[in-house]
């Protein structure tokens, strides 16, 4: 357990209390989930009850209010048992809710946010198959008729999509030029049971299959103009804010399964006994080992320290890159050495080792890739000056 350091004793009650219920409902039906690639609806619905569909939502809108230590702090102990229940929280609050509840007017507010916080689910339409890391080089339309605005496009690995609790998605178009040229982008909120809106659950992942993945298409889909989120073309500032913000949930997992792999790799290391002494012992174990701790001291401290200037509405572009980036790496230093302190034993499924790297390599992807985050923060420090 980590220790209290700068926590206050309502977030080492959520952080006990979360912990708890992983412990109890989600580990013993993590990997058959994994084997069978299914979202639980059991589970969300109880990560809903707990008030994780609207962790960092005012209660007027139905949320938990949890300050935003608390709601990282919530996803680290999700992920350190079962990264995929933890992308369910941390999409839906990050990308989903947060954007709604962030730039939405008190009409979309009051109708969305409270079936959010309740037990439904939302997407964040960003990434297209052309259009990833790129975000610029998005392809779907928005064409105004009146007062409405026709889409068309599609997008792809959208976490929490296509669920039969997932009630829309935020969509990121392209509704005309900006003054002097490029793509003006503006984002629009979309019901899935929009007519020519079509969600497809995407299967045969390496990773968090115990989560929905879907591909969306619109195909002349009609939304009325009180559909956009925001202004048009804010779209793509809202989606940078956006990310910021996601980056730091992003990081909680990484920390999380960080921290997983790490006691997994520790409890086995002084179980396994070679040429008559634990394998812990071993000084290449031990330092490890080692390295992993320190990096988990590193890691936590600082994601919660942005976490509090995210609290503050300080600017954090330079810091969530840096604590997603870490915190990324660090879960894949953390479950290759889980899995080499195993030995075969960690390439086997019976073992929880290879699930974890499996389930880290996303890390370095989702939200920006790690090559991203380190030219946001070449950027910050004046690099391209």
Known sequence: MPINRNLTEDQILIRDTIRNFAETNIRKQSKVLDEKEEFSYEITSQMSELGLLGAFLPSEYGGAELD?????????????VDSSQAATIAAHNSLGTGPLYYFGNEEQKNKYLPQL????????????????????????????DGDY???????????????????????????????????????????????????????DKMMWRGSNTGELVLENVR???????????????QMLSTLDKG??????????????????????????VTFGKPISQYQANAFKLADIEMGLEMARNYLYDVCRMQEEGLNITKEGAIAKLYCSELAHTAANH??????????MKEYDAEKYYRDQKLLEIGEGTSEIQRLVIARSIGCFD
Not at 165 to 173: F, K, P, Q, R, V
Not at 181 to 192: A, H, M, T, Y
């Open 149 to 203: 605005w026709i889409l068309n496009g599609s997008k792809i690995f959208i976490t929490n999509s296509a669920t039969d609790i997932t009630i829309g998605s935020t969509i990121l178009a392209i509704t005309g030029e900006r003054e002097g040229g490029g793509k003006e982008l503006s984002c629009f909120i979309v019901e899935n049971d929009a007519e020519g809106f079509s969600q497809l659950v995407m299967k």
């Open 247 to 272: 980056r730091l949930s992003i990081a909680a997992m990484g920390l999380g399964l960080a921290q997983g792999a790490y006691e997994l790799a520790l409890k086995y290391s002084k179980e396994r």
């Open 68 to 80: 935003y230590v608390s709601y990282i702090i919530a996803v680290e102990e999700l992920a350190r």
């Open 117 to 144: 916080a309740g037990g439904k689910l939302w997407g964040f339409g960003l990434t297209e198959p052309e259009a990833g890391s790129d975000a610029g080089n998005t392809q779907t339309t928005a064409v105004q």
């Open 338 to 347: 889980c899995v080499q302190i195993h030995g075969g034993y960690g390439l």
């Open 223 to 237: 939304v009325h103009k009180s559909a956009m989120l925001g202004k048009q073309g804010e779209g793509f500032k």
